[in-house]
RNA sequence: GCCGGUGUAGCUCAGUGGUAGAGCAUCGCUUUUGUAAAGCGAUGGUCGCAGGUUCGACUCCUGUCACCGGCUCCA
């Protein structure tokens, strides 16, 4: 029998004297962990413990937890897979009929998509029934038992039980063992039993489990959703059960515990306490009232994005909210986003003829996408192919004119840098704009500040030569990193979105793409952050930089994004004068860096827990008197700290001053100057700095105001003003 | 859009077929206060909206609107 050499992560080799299991090479390794194993991993490869190792191979155990105490992630997938098997039997037990369909391991939970009978759907209040039965098999403590059978048995048993999914299952993993060099191991079905086969629950499953039931610590049902087979909505509806597990209760509380943090810092909920915005379903779903606090927010970061902009040399425009529809026949945006835009506003004397001769619904959607001979032709010219089909072309009088609300400011801007001529020498011009666009958002997508129909981007394009264009995206990127550098917000990552190597879709020629792509490579590089090259990722008309920020908890957020841009300087014939005195089409970058300032002060206020920097608090002073005798004092404080440019309220109300303090400190306002008649004496205020349980102490009035006052204009992340 | 849940006072939430409630906020009075809510009183609701069942509906049914969680990290 060949010797098996089994290589530990140490470098150590252990060697047995055939095959072993996983269990067996922990047992070799010592008691307490052949007892603490939940799996093993072979060349990578996590596998049950169980699992038989007939060569020579790289293993680990798989544990709850390392030596250095973190939670090791194969051992939560293997966890939560198991658990799903679990959840799914104490389903099966609580509605009969119900057709198991798949069912894998998240990051932090775990699924399984059911199709259910249709007069027996899941309700939350079967939850409790389901939790008291997975509870029960994980008390029994059976084991997994993996065993495989040959395809041609396994599909028939499968069609028996009627459950097509996992027939479809199953086919799809013979299919996927046939184009795998690993066919050995995928040409049999294999199958789970949760304990005894022939006689317990039994899933078509690929594994790795953990030994057995009772290895689960904690087990939890946690909502339900719908989805699609195969996410194909043309598909059959299922219902997912989402669930979690952890090898121990306490994991398990902690994971709630964070959950509930996370809540406490929802923009929604913060937005509301903190009265920064406002839905109103009269208004509309998606479209955000900004109500004064939340207004100071947006106008101090407009004004600080602003201020670099002139640094930079933008030049601001304003455009309108709407724009004739044949603007966008020309830039491509209608019909082809027709699906994510708001419909068209059609002229009022349009409309009234349409109905006075009947026109059918269809037939005024087509005179409404139809363009006339004169464009077609024009952009099909420019563009030098059929971008404009023959079967879109109508007669004049039959085109129905109307507007639509923006969807993008581009053309907008292309406009007006077409109002005029430019020399090579006027270039790059860069136009910005806060310019504020509608879409029309799938209503279950709409969320709070971070997803919505209208909004407001921190647009410009930038209109340069095609050697101008790796300098703008530097600069570009240098409002980035001084912009989320203020915000203390440096743990961010770039995604740089490049042309599919084989791809026919993109506009342009191949050497200014891959000069493009490069300067995107290089511009990315000036940051000093994380970036990631994503082939295929592209537009079809440029390469793009994506920026994805984390925020203090770890969340990821995708905000803005600078894309270069051939097509539509193209579409709309631009030029300049070159040296040569010629036309010549100049390229285009989009760049709105912040994606939007709905988003992106959504994502702030939950960044900071509502706790903004001074330079952003719509409060930056509360003065609090301590009774009603130093009022006039505290208006006097209050004055001179007006006088100097900061937002100050007086809370002059007839409360103690401890009420007075928690008010203020509910609305995490930075600063409070607790003001009574030994301070209106000695001219001084007592200060509390947000977040700090205690008084700070007293300070000169005069000290107090500078300090608020130079750190606001300062924009300095932290409070640091101190007696 | 789809599945499940939720919708009651400005906010947070009780209320399972028989006269709509609490705390906070607001307003008034008392208190004149030195660092995370002083006391008393008052105001405030078409119970999301529209139908239906019933002697009677916040409650049950149907529809509708909105919000929340989710809609593949492929056996």
Redesign the pocket.
Known sequence: MPTVNITLPDGKVLSFDGPVTGLGVAERIGARLAKDALGVKVDGELRDLSAVIDRDAAVSIVTYKGRDGVVSADALKLVRHSAAHIMAEAIGRVVPGALLV?G?A??DKFYYDIKFPEER?L??GDFAKIEEEMGRIVSEDRKFTRYEINPEEGLVRLKQEGNKYKVD??E??MM?AGGSSLGTR?SA??FYATGTPGKDWED???GPHVPSTGRIGAIKVL??????W????NSD?L??VYGTAFATQAEMDAYFALKEEAAKRDH?VLG?QLHLFH?D?SVG??LILWTPNGGVVRDQLQKFISEELVKQGYHQVFTPHIGRLELYKTSGHFPYYKESQFAPVIEREALEELSKSGCSCSEMMHRVEGVSARLAATINERTQKQTITPDRVLADDKLVEGFMLKPMNCPHHIKIFASRAYSYRDLPVRLAEFGTVYRWE???????MTRVRGFTQDDAHLFCTEDQVAAELIGCLSLVKTVLGTLKMENYRVRVGLRDPDGKKYTGSASAWDKAENACRDAARTLGVAFSEEPGEAAFYGPKIDFVVKDVIGREWQLGTVQVDYQLPVRFGLSYTGADNKPHVPVMIHRAPFGSLERFTGVLIEHFAGAFPAWLSPEQVRVLP????SNAYAHRVAGELRARGVRVGVDDG??????K???A??MKVPYMA??????AEHGTV?V?VR?Q???AG?MALGAFVEGVAGEIAGRVAGLGVRP
């Not at 301590?626 to 005798?629: D, P, Q, R």
């Not at 007839?654 to 009420?659: C, H, I, K, L």
């Open positions: 798949y894998p998240l990051e759907p309700r939350e299952n199953a799809r993993a996927a995928h079905l294999s078509l499953c690929r909502s339900l959703a719908s989805s699609f195969h996410g194909d909505e509806r219902t997912r929604r509301k839905i379903e779903q998606g799938q209503s279950g997508e709409l969320n709070g301590i009774s009603e005798k007839n409360e103690r001053v401890q009420g303090i928690k008010v400190a509910e607790v003001v009574g008649p030994r301070d007592s509390r977040g349980e205690k008084d007293a």
